[in-house]
């Protein structure tokens, strides 16, 4: 029985991209024949973060996009994780270690595994982040 390839996705906001976000994408291109992004759009980051992104998304999407790493981008545009698997079709999927064990991260386990795909987590960037930066640039315009 010949089985297809291995989509990977990828989830997150890809706001003032960095290192961290570089990390985990070639983590997870090592991972799968097909590695996929989805980028929150921004409506999304607002109500689940509290913040709207610098970067809009469709110029997320082109940055992210440019990578030879990444197959394909996906807009997410619903917080119910079932809506992208649906549109992308994944057997994997990666976050930031930061959220194994949390309330979110055992949610997304217990969803993941309805569906079949598998959950794979990747250490956390800590010395960079879009917060991090965002702080910088607000402590920046401020003096």
Not at 73 to 102: C, I, M, P
Not at 122 to 132: D, E, K, M, N
Request: net charge negative.
């Amino acid at each position: 029985m010949a089985t297809g390839p291995t989509i990977g996705y990828v989830p997150g906001v890809f706001d003032l991209f960095h290192v961290g976000h570089l990390n985990v994408l070639r983590q997870a291109r090592a991972q799968c024949d097909v590695l996929v992004a989805g980028l929150v759009s921004d409506e999304l980051c607002e109500t689940v973060k509290g913040i709207r992104p610098f970067v809009p998304l469709a110029e997320r999407l082109e940055i992210v996009d440019s990578l030879a790493m990444v197959d394909a981008t996906y807009a997410e545009t619903s917080l119910d994780r079932r809506e992208a698997w649906h549109q992308v079709g994944f057997h994997r999927v990666f976050k930031g270690d930061d959220w194994r064990g949390s309330p979110r991260g055992v949610d997304l386990e217990r969803l993941m595994s309805l569906l079949g795909v598998e959950v794979v987590y990747f250490p956390y960037t800590v010395h960079t982040s879009s917060t991090q930066l965002r702080a910088v640039i607000a402590a920046r315009s401020a003096s």
